[in-house]
């Protein structure tokens, strides 16, 4: 842990001042343990503020569409759930490949400070990090040892990318990809009959509080205007009510369909918890089943399923 | 002061919820939010926040006031018939009652709401916080994590039981005929109660001054905060969604709409949100706040300077925590009150 913050500061340090990039984002460090936000790094000087530890979850790609308007270049740090979200947006021709600079950091898993609360760890916690095999946690006076197994966010759990398809420059040894099955939580569902499965939906639905943060956040959300924000036609009504919210929801799903990366960041944003990762994962499912598998964000240049027409695709709804 | 066997609150809420509506934070799919009571609920009184706060219940996300429809030679008009009866809203920490007590200011002052004046009818059992979260900071708005003056009944967290004092004429109501569930506490239950509220008090603000900032600054700077250098950096890195403003027990901004369809419609008043980019846009075009930077000092500013400017002092922030919580890359309005103290040291 120690020797990735060290690299990614001499690294950041190193593209400032060489002027190779005029903007680094990194991860800085709130007084809170699990404050750790996304960082704007304009000076050499200002490396030393840069972290890394087991709460920089935040992607950082998704600035390089603001960024890079003023930007000449700039260098990021992506970990892999980072990288292939970063692919999409190069997919939808959204970034310039040529004005990014990509530090790869191979990553084991981040750590839910929800899991850690839930776990009554958090009361007076000053920071955690990992050392050794085991996971650190602070306090004023002591310290308590945890195997880190059980506090990791459930999307690092199933994480299949570990180690970032796209990068300029690794900045550490691959590690080990042992993913769980991502399908299994989908696979659940699948076995309750519709209505019941429509019951569970309406419930998570019902606790929207439309604030669009998995929008926002998403890496395949890229779009200049939202459909969700036009007021002439209103198309998603103000009202947070059932009809409108389950709308915005599966209407973005499908939009997401064969461009979510499974990153998971709409889920980790979600203040009420609605199982998004579900959501999403059904419709990768299904277009696995459907035209093969496809993974988006592992390799930009291919194009994705519904872009794309074979005379064998199936196509039952044409024919009932 | 009476007390009540934590065994006899299942019980206790049969009971209330056969003369009224009840509500208390229930756990539903992990996500603890005030819900109405039925046997079986999941209550969770242990966590210390619900996700969104208790205003929804008197200021409702969405709330149709109105249906319209076009008859042969007029616009009728039908007022939504506004909900009566009581409702009782058991376990709301101190902060959220703060919070009600904002939301009285902006709603039940001239021009008064009577929306809001109709839905703020329920009485409130406000349940004391005995070891405040690392992100409350009530005590800097000098309100107390232990003790919530505005409550129609005061409860505190014995262990084994809860001490119950009424505090106002509705309490005192709620609190007759009730001795079938509450008993008289001891003096030494009220003295351990009394501790409770004077620990929990000096833990938060030991906190609080462990990170090095204080509400001073913000007094002292008001003006000049709104040339800051943090909203620059802040506004970088925020998402623009509407987390902070949606799980704020104080933001009241609305937005009204219409919906309709064919002859018929109705109009609703619903929550809107500073961090939205329509939030100020005018039917020309024109956007005051055109960049996030604009949106996210707007946010602050209005708790920390306009709305004390405006309200004799009290603040559009109770301390709860929630947006520091829920920030998804992690903004912190304590970080923006230690910036404003910043601000005096370096004039």
Same mark, same amino acid.
């Given at each position: 842990?120690? +020797?990735?913050?060290?690299?990614?500061?001499?690294?950041? +340090?190193?593209?400032?001042?060489?002027?190779?990039?005029?903007?680094?984002?990194?991860?800085?460090?709130?007084?809170?343990?699990?404050?750790?936000?996304?960082?704007?790094?304009?000076?050499?000087?200002?490396?030393?503020?840069?972290?890394?530890?087991?709460?920089?979850?935040p992607?950082?790609?998704k600035?390089?569409?603001?960024?890079?308007?003023?930007?000449?270049?700039?260098?990021?740090?992506?970990?892999?759930?980072?990288?292939?979200?970063?692919?999409?947006?190069?997919?939808?021709? @959204?970034?310039?490949?040529?004005?990014?600079?990509?530090?790869?950091?191979?990553?084991?898993?981040?750590?839910?400070?929800?899991?850690?609360?839930?776990?009554?760890?958090? =009361?007076?916690?000053?920071?955690?990090?990992?050392?050794?095999?085991?996971?650190?946690?602070?306090?004023?006076?002591?310290?308590?040892?945890?195997?880190?197994?059980?506090?990791?966010?459930?999307?690092?759990?199933?994480? @299949?990318?570990?180690?970032?398809?796209?990068?300029? $420059? $690794?900045?550490?040894?691959?590690?080990?990809?042992?993913? =769980?099955?991502?399908?299994?939580?989908?696979?659940?569902?699948?076995?309750?009959?519709?209505?019941?499965?429509?019951?569970?939906?309406?419930?998570?639905?019902?606790?929207c509080i439309r604030c669009f943060a998995c929008r926002n956040v998403c890496?395949?959300c890229?779009?200049?205007?939202c459909?969700f924000d036009?007021?002439?036609?209103?198309?998603?009504?103000?009202?947070?009510?059932?009809?409108?919210?389950?709308?915005?929801?599966?209407?973005?799903? #499908?939009?997401? +369909?064969?461009?979510?990366?499974?990153?998971?960041e709409c889920?980790r944003v979600c203040p009420v918890?609605?199982?998004?990762?579900?959501?999403?994962?059904?419709?990768?499912?299904?277009?696995?089943?459907?035209?093969?598998?496809?993974?988006?964000?592992?390799?930009?240049?291919?194009?994705?399923?519904?872009?794309?027409?074979?005379?064998?695709?199936?196509?039952? #709804?044409?024919?009932? | 002061?009476?007390?009540?066997?934590?065994?006899?609150?299942?019980?206790?809420?049969?009971?209330?919820?056969?003369?009224?509506?009840?509500?208390?934070?229930?756990?539903?799919?992990?996500?603890?939010?005030?819900?109405?009571?039925?046997?079986?609920?999941?209550?969770?009184?242990?966590?210390?926040?619900?996700?969104?706060?208790?205003?929804?219940?008197?200021?409702?996300?969405?709330?149709?006031?109105?249906?319209?429809?076009?008859?042969?030679?007029?616009?009728?008009?039908?007022?939504?018939?506004?909900?009566?009866?009581?409702?009782?809203?058991?376990?709301?920490?101190?902060?959220?009652?703060?919070?009600?007590?904002?939301?009285?200011?902006?709603?039940?002052?001239?021009?008064?709401?009577?929306?809001?004046?109709?839905?703020?009818?329920?009485?409130?059992?406000?349940?004391?916080?005995?070891?405040?979260?690392?992100?409350?900071?009530?005590?800097?708005?000098?309100?107390?994590?232990?003790?919530?003056?505005?409550?129609?009944?005061?409860?505190?967290?014995?262990?084994?039981?809860?001490?119950?004092?009424?505090?106002?004429?509705?309490?005192?109501?709620?609190?007759?005929?009730?001795?079938?569930?509450?008993?008289?506490?001891?003096?030494?239950?009220?003295?351990?109660?009394?501790?409770?509220?004077?620990?929990?008090?000096?833990?938060?603000?030991?906190?609080?001054?462990?990170?090095?900032?204080?509400?001073?600054?913000?007094?002292?700077?008001?003006?000049?905060?709104?040339?800051?250098?943090?909203? *620059?950096?802040?506004?970088?890195r925020c998402l623009g969604c509407g987390i902070c403003t949606y799980v704020?027990?104080?933001?009241?901004?609305?937005?009204?709409?219409?919906?309709? @369809?064919? *002859?018929?419609?109705?109009?609703? @008043?619903?929550?809107?949100s500073c961090m939205f980019k329509?939030f100020?846009? $005018?039917?020309? /075009? *024109?956007?005051?706040?055109?960049?996030r930077?604009?949106r996210v000092?707007?946010r602050?500013?209005?708790?920390?300077?306009?709305?004390? +400017?405006?309200?004799?002092?009290?603040? /559009?922030?109770?301390?709860?925590?929630?947006c520091?919580?829920k920030c998804p890359v992690?903004i912190?309005?304590?970080?923006?009150?230690?910036?404003?103290?910043?601000?005096?040291?370096?004039?």
């Open positions: 842990m120690k +020797a990735m913050l060290q690299k990614i500061r001499k690294e950041a +340090a190193s593209v400032l001042a060489s002027g190779e990039a005029d903007l680094v984002l990194g991860w800085g460090k709130g007084p809170l343990w699990w404050q750790s936000y996304p960082a704007f790094i304009e000076e050499e000087k200002e490396t030393g503020s840069l972290t890394w530890d087991p709460f920089c979850v992607n950082l790609s600035y390089l569409l603001e960024e890079l308007w003023v930007k000449q270049k700039v260098a990021l740090f992506l970990k892999g759930c980072d990288a292939l979200g970063f692919n999409q947006l190069l997919q939808d021709k @959204r970034v310039d490949r040529e004005k990014v600079l990509i530090f790869g950091i191979p990553c084991s898993g981040l750590i839910d400070p929800q899991k850690v609360e839930r776990a009554g760890l958090h =009361q007076g916690l000053h920071s955690v990090e990992h050392q050794g095999g085991e996971l650190v946690f602070s306090y004023k006076d002591d310290q308590k040892k945890e195997d880190p197994s059980s506090f990791y966010y459930d999307k690092c759990l199933t994480c @299949r990318h570990p180690n970032p398809v796209v990068f300029d $420059m $690794m900045l550490g040894d691959a590690v080990a990809v042992n993913p =769980q099955e991502r399908f299994a939580a989908v696979g659940e569902l699948e076995k309750q009959d519709v209505s019941e499965r429509y019951r569970y939906w309406e419930r998570q639905f019902s606790r890496p395949a890229s779009c200049r205007e459909i036009l007021t002439d036609p209103r198309w998603l009504g103000k009202a947070n009510v059932l009809s409108e919210n389950q709308f915005y929801h599966i209407t973005r799903a #499908f939009h997401m +369909a064969g461009r979510c990366v499974d990153c998971g889920a918890d609605i199982p998004l990762t579900s959501l999403n994962r059904k419709l990768i499912k299904d277009l696995n089943e459907l035209y093969g598998e496809y993974d988006a964000g592992v390799e930009p240049e291919k194009e994705p399923p519904l872009i794309t027409f074979n005379p064998g695709d199936p196509a039952a #709804f044409l024919e009932s | 002061m009476k007390k009540i066997k934590k065994g006899d609150l299942p019980l206790l809420w049969e009971h209330l919820a056969r003369g009224a509506l009840l509500y208390l934070p229930l756990n539903e799919d992990g996500v603890v939010n005030f819900a109405p009571w039925q046997k079986g609920a999941r209550v969770n009184l242990d966590s210390l926040n619900t996700v969104v706060p208790p205003k929804n219940l008197v200021f409702p996300q969405s709330e149709t006031y109105v249906h319209f429809e076009q008859k042969a030679d007029a616009l009728d008009f039908t007022p939504v018939q506004e909900p009566k009866g009581d409702y009782i809203l058991f376990g709301v920490r101190p902060c959220d009652v703060a919070g009600l007590t904002v939301l009285d200011r902006v709603f039940l002052e001239d021009p008064l709401d009577s929306l809001y004046e109709n839905r703020r009818r329920g009485t409130i059992l406000a349940l004391a916080c005995n070891e405040p979260d690392q992100s409350c900071f009530c005590t800097t708005f000098d309100l107390e994590p232990g003790f919530a003056p505005a409550a129609d009944i005061m409860l505190w967290d014995l262990g084994e039981a809860l001490l119950w004092q009424a505090q106002s004429a509705k309490g005192v109501a709620l609190t007759q005929n009730m001795d079938v569930y509450l008993s008289e506490a001891t003096a030494q239950e009220e003295k351990t109660a009394e501790q409770l509220q004077v620990t929990a008090a000096a833990a938060e603000a030991a906190a609080v001054r462990e990170q090095e900032w204080a509400l001073d600054g913000v007094k002292a700077v008001a003006k000049e905060m709104f040339d800051a250098q943090i909203w *620059e950096s802040l506004s970088r704020c027990p104080t933001c009241h901004c609305f937005d009204i709409e219409d919906f309709s @369809r064919g *002859e018929q419609g109705e109009r609703f @008043r619903c929550w809107d329509d100020t846009l $005018m039917a020309s /075009g *024109e956007n005051p706040r055109p960049s930077k604009e000092r707007q602050f500013m209005h708790k920390l300077s306009y709305f004390p +400017a405006r309200h004799g002092g009290l603040h /559009g922030c109770v301390g709860c925590g929630r520091v919580r992690s912190d309005i304590t970080q923006v009150i230690k910036e404003a103290g910043g601000l005096i040291n370096r004039a």
